[in-house]
């Protein structure tokens, strides 16, 4: 044999050895690659399923939606009318406020009156009695007196 023949003979069994010691790490590899094939289209598989759930609930929470605006809209009318008997109350409250706040400013003058005067006891209560009388007779005489200035002025 010449050394040709010797080299390319070493080179041979090198590369035996070589595809000897690479085979066990090639079927780990191919093992490997299965596994990963087989968890890709699991994962495939639970990403279909998600979505498929992901979907049905975005519908159903879509239409449980447009019911709840369904419902509302319907509902509109009945809080214009409590605002409206809301509104209504305020101003009756501001109207009975303004004319107990009158009154009072009455019976305060009359308390007043009777308390310049030095009276005491049940002849103040009497005296303010009287003072009030007086004055409702002198107010329903002015909204007398102005019912005639529109009444005349009406007729012009």
């Known amino acids: 044999m010449d050394w040709l023949g010797i080299g390319v003979l070493i080179l041979a069994i090198g590369f035996a050895v070589l595809v000897v010691?690479?085979?066990p790490v090639l079927k780990?590899?191919?093992?490997?690659?299965d596994n990963t094939a087989k968890?890709?289209?699991q994962a495939e598989k639970s990403l279909d399923d998600i979505t498929s759930e992901t979907k049905l609930v975005l519908y159903n929470a879509n239409e449980t939606l447009m019911d709840v605006n369904h419902k509302v809209s319907k509902l509109d009318p009945l809080f214009d009318v409590v605002e409206d008997a809301g509104q209504a109350t305020h101003h009756l409250t501001e109207t009975l406020a303004d004319y107990?706040?009158?009154?009072m400013d009455e019976v305060r003058t009359g308390?007043?009156?009777?308390?310049?005067k030095n009276l005491k006891g049940f002849v103040r209560g009497v005296a303010l009695m009287y003072y009030l009388r007086?004055?409702?007779?002198?107010?329903k005489g002015q909204a007398a007196d102005a019912?005639?200035?529109?009444?005349v002025k009406e007729e012009i």
């Open 21 to 23: 010691l690479l085979i």
């Open 39 to 41: 968890t890709i289209s």
């Open 111 to 116: 308390a007043e009156v009777g308390r310049q």
């Open 147 to 151: 019912n005639v200035k529109v009444t």
């Open 28 to 33: 780990k590899l191919t093992e490997t690659l």
């Open 134 to 139: 007086k004055a409702n007779k002198k107010r």
């Open 100 to 103: 107990t706040g009158a009154k």
